[in-house]
């Protein structure tokens, strides 16, 4: 079993920021890939954000420029930090991982989201 645990959500007024956080524990050998998801309320989810173990990094068009993600290898943490939001961005924010277990099987898992709003 994996765990992913998000934190970092909020209310921010547009143009301010946030910092999101997802640690995960449990069954791991290791991590590949890690990534931020979003969905907004009757949209579907979308990628915002992805990282490779070797710090390799791709962004939806929609926060080039805006948002920045990183990871730390060694507390199996990544991050998004989130600047100049806007009322656009406001969704439920979810943290995906993509683990190898010590047995060799690779899964895919989800954090249980965190909720970001960003008030005009």
């Known amino acids: 079993q994996v765990q992913l645990v998000e934190s970092g959500g909020g209310l921010v007024q547009t143009g301010g920021s946030l910092r999101l956080s997802c640690a995960a524990s449990g069954s791991i050998f290791s991590i590949n890939a890690m990534a931020w998801y979003r969905q907004a309320p009757g949209k579907e989810r979308e990628l915002v954000a992805e990282?490779?173990?070797?710090?390799?990094?791709n962004y939806a068009e929609h926060a080039e420029g805006r948002f920045t993600i990183s990871r730390d290898n060694a507390k199996n943490t990544v991050y998004l930090q989130m600047n100049s939001l806007k009322p656009e961005d406001t969704g439920a924010y979810y943290c995906q991982t993509v683990v190898q277990r010590p047995s060799g099987w690779t899964y895919v898992n989800w954090g249980q989201g965190t909720q970001v709003t960003v008030s005009s």
């Open positions: 990282i490779t173990s070797g710090g390799r990094t």
